[in-house]
């Protein structure tokens, strides 16, 4: 039960501490010594992919919207 209860104070150290959360992961995933680093670049990797699909995806439909959908 005692870990119970340490992990849900890892999980709301981590909502409150984004910022702290996300350089203990990156220095984490440098590392490489943890069973988590495949994951944790993998997700770097689609969050970083997603981000510049979505700019694209804006760009694509402001210039078709804007040139009259033709």
Known sequence: MP????KARDI???LEHPIETAK??????EEGRSART???AVTGVTLVL????AIMLA?????YFVSGGN
Not at 3 to 6: A, I, K, T
Not at 24 to 29: F, N, V
């Open 24 to 29: 203990a992961l990156e220095h984490e995933a």
């Open 12 to 14: 709301a150290h981590a």
């Open 59 to 63: 760009i694509t439909m402001t210039l």
């Open 38 to 40: 495949p994951l944790i």
């Open 3 to 6: 870990d119970l209860q340490e």
């Open 50 to 53: 997603a981000a510049i699909l």
